[in-house]
């Protein structure tokens, strides 16, 4: 008999590359649509963190010198979660074939749903090794992504979806949400970038080498570099950490972790 969490990652694997295909559908038929957004999206609320290195704190403000990172978003939820399971593989790298990035450095997930996710896939580890993880993550220059995502719930098998807090770790070459441009509006509209966060430019320091364009996983870059669409961007940081002429700069307002945690805390209770 097959067991649901191998059936779930036989089907991811299978299926992963015709995500961009599935998600240009949900903007032609409107019962897809709704159908996918009931059984996969339907209550996500996800925000994606940008890198500690590509931001700049707001200093219009006399700020102390202990001011929070981006990463402190993560810190902070890990620190007051009971349960924290790790996975020992990233399911998009896995069914990519991802040459780039580590395949072990899989996601984390926080909350009463972690307990029911199979051994098969992971295991339930200490706050102290949750913390690692995330800089291992950030040393392989993956970008952090929080929230509640019912399509985590669903593959996992881990109950209600509102019991399950993931934190994916994500590269721009195979990340799930390569496909949000394609995707209806009010599904796309889930992921969001972080509170309290905003890219600006310099266009004078611009050369339009193309690094940015290249970094960019959901297509808010264009022509080198000379166009930035800022309804696509999520202000994941890698851009600004590319550009060889420090043209690009992430300005986050000092209290910017504050209002995300603010946001995430609601989502799931870690704590139970």
Known sequence: MIDFTDLSIAIIKRTFHRR??????????????????????????????????????????????????????????????????????????????????????????????????????????????????????????????????????????????????SVCNCCECCCLWRMTPLLSEDIASSITPMEGVSILKDAKSCVLCGRCEEACFTGAISEGGEHHDTGRCLICGRCVERCPKDALKIVMDPDAVDEAVMRVEVLVDVES
């Open 20 to 165: 961009f295909e599935l998600a240009r559908i949900t903007e032609r038929s409107d019962t897809f649509r709704k159908i996918v957004k009931r059984l996969f999206f339907e209550g996500d609320d996800i925000q994606v963190i940008p890198r500690d290195g590509s931001v700049e704190v707001n200093r219009s403000f006399q700020l102390p010198e202990n001011t929070a990172l981006p990463s402190d978003v993560l810190r902070r939820m890990i620190l007051r979660s009971k349960h924290i399971f790790r996975m020992d593989f990233c399911i998009c790298r896995v069914s990519s074939g991802c040459s780039d990035y580590p395949h072990d450095l899989g996601c984390l997930f926080l909350g009463p749903g972690a307990l029911r996710i199979s051994d098969k896939v992971g295991s339930i580890i200490s706050k102290e090794e949750a913390l690692e993880h995330i800089e291992r993550c950030r040393e392989a220059g993956l970008v952090h992504i929080i929230g509640r995502n019912r399509i985590d719930s669903v593959w996992l098998n881990s109950g209600p979806y509102d019991e399950l807090l």
